[in-house]
Nanobody
Framework: QVQLVESGGGLVQAGGSLRLSCAVS????????MGWFRQAPGKERDFVAA????????SYAESVKGRFTISRDNAKNTVYLQMNSLKPEDTAVYYC????????????????WGQGTQVTVSS
């Protein structure tokens, strides 16, 4: 059974930083692209960042470019999202997900999802 467990969320002041982690089990991690999405209250789930299995390709939403960095450690079956210069509009539940595509930016291309971790940025 494939499991994804996010951690690292919390409450931070605007301008601060957080690093999210997502540990994957039950799947060949090396062969999957990974992505981060977020969903704010009353809004749709949005793409945040994605990374190919070998870390050679990355993709970011325009709203986080230059502030967020996605990375992965295949030896640890873990993907990370380093979030700097956080803004109140970054407040959301953040989800990680796996994809069999080389890299993907839409939710429908992802097959397994974590339960999410809450990120709250205060002004």
């Amino acid at each position: 059974q494939v499991q994804l467990v996010e951690s690292g969320g919390g409450l931070v002041q605007a301008g601060g930083s957080l690093r999210l982690s997502c540990a994957v089990s039950g799947r060949t991690f090396r062969s999957t692209a990974m992505g981060w999405f977020r969903q704010a209250p009353g809004k749709e789930r949005d793409f945040v960042a994605a990374i190919s299995w070998d870390s050679r390709l990355t993709s970011y939403a325009e709203s986080v470019k230059g502030r967020f960095t996605i990375s992965r450690d295949n030896a640890k079956n873990t993907v990370y999202l380093q979030m700097n210069s956080l803004k109140p509009e970054d407040t959301a539940v953040y989800y990680c997900a796996t994809s069999v595509r080389v890299i993907a930016t839409t939710g429908r291309d992802y097959d397994y999802w974590g339960q999410g971790t809450q990120v709250t940025v205060s002004s």
